[in-house]
């Protein structure tokens, strides 16, 4: 996975020294955080969003099985592309497929009945336009049965204190002739688009939505919200254009929302130098303006939890982190919280 250095700067003590940094979790920071007993421990999850990675730090399928076993009902997990295991030789375009093959020889049931890696979501160059379809070939071969689409970064921002996506190369890519001609090939072959893109973008979203009907598309990490470097000081404006243009996405019915990945990026509490880690009624706190605007708009039926492990480990433990998931949805109905924590995924991926 790579990652450029301006955002993985950590001090002597191996914490990080900004937000947008991605680290390596401190098992001693998160052993201080206070012990919780599993809220509704019988509710079926499918974490819709995972990785394993090598690099910048070791976190494979045992790194994650250990994180899975907190006691949640898990029963599924769909990864997603981060920039692991490609080939280093051949074509270009393909070398992404090496990540397929990589995740593929991963999955599997657990030793605690948890299929790991039940979908898989690489990624394709989708500026290569109509003649992406032979990767996306290729990816469906080496997935074994389990892809299930394709993830396209177009994260991008012109301050140079906002990390940008590993496709993100200038603004309204969603838009370009070429990449709609590759969104169209995904949905001729029945696969999903991941849109990893900042709160900024969802009016990219909203027009690849409409250019491409047959589409399957979810916005990851609950649209992108920026709450740090030049977003850091209009917190309640930035929160104000997100709702927007989450509103206007949630119109369009083929496009999905995956609800978390608030860490990092979104900087809703101080994880660089807080003495230890929050408990799950805080972050229900912290994050529910957010998920609620998310499940409002979207509503249940296309809403899906992620983990966003082991990136969302940098602020806190899978066991608290889902916890506060539950806590905010506690209200909702049994059908309800079914589907966010597990139905919808299974639906939008396709999973058995």
Not at 187 to 195: C, E, I, K, P, V
């Amino acid at each position: 996975m790579a990652l450029d250095a301006r955002f993985y700067k950590l001090s002597e003590h191996g914490r990080p020294t900004e937000f947008g940094t991605i680290f390596e979790p401190s098992d001693e920071w998160l052993a201080k955080q206070s012990a919780e007993a599993v809220f509704e421990p019988d509710l079926p999850i499918v974490d819709s969003h995972h990785h394993l990675w090598e690099h910048p730090y070791v976190y494979d399928r045992s790194g994650f099985e250990a994180d899975i076993q907190s006691g949640h009902h898990v029963e599924a997990t769909v990864y997603v592309e981060c920039g692991a295991g490609y080939r280093d030789s051949g074509p270009v375009e393909l070398r992404p497929v090496g990540e397929t093959e990589y995740v593929a020889a991963a999955a599997g049931s657990s030793s605690v009945g948890v299929d790991v890696v039940a979908g898989i979501v690489g990624f394709a160059d989708l500026t290569l336009g109509a003649a992406v379809e032979p990767v996306l070939t290729e990816h469906m071969a080496a997935g074994r049965g389990r892809f299930r689409g394709v993830r396209f970064s177009t994260g991008w921002d012109a301050s140079p204190e906002i990390a940008n996506t590993q496709s993100g190369k200038r603004p309204g890519m969603l838009r370009e002739a070429k990449i709609l001609d590759g969104a169209r090939v995904l949905a001729r072959n029945s696969l999903t688009l991941d849109a990893w893109l900042f709160h900024t973008q969802l009016d990219d979203v909203a027009a690849l939505a409409d250019a491409v009907p047959d589409l399957k598309v979810v916005i990851n990490h609950s649209g992108g919200p920026l709450g740090y470097g030049r977003y850091a000081s209009d917190q309640s404006g930035q929160f104000d254009l997100w709702r927007d243009g989450i509103r206007q996405v949630a119109k369009r019915p083929n496009v999905w929302c995956k609800i978390g990945g608030l860490v990092a990026r979104g900087a809703m509490y101080d994880y660089l130098t807080a003495p230890e880690p929050p408990g799950s009624d805080e972050l229900a706190r912290l994050w529910s303006p957010w998920l609620e605007v998310c499940v409002e708009e979207f509503g249940a039926k296309r809403c899906m939890f992620e983990s966003n492990f082991p990136v969302d480990k940098m602020g806190t433990s899978y066991r608290v982190l889902w916890n506060a998931y539950k806590r905010f949805a506690s209200s909702a109905s049994r059908e309800e919280r079914e589907l966010m924590f597990g139905g919808s995924a299974r639906q939008f991926y396709s999973l058995l």
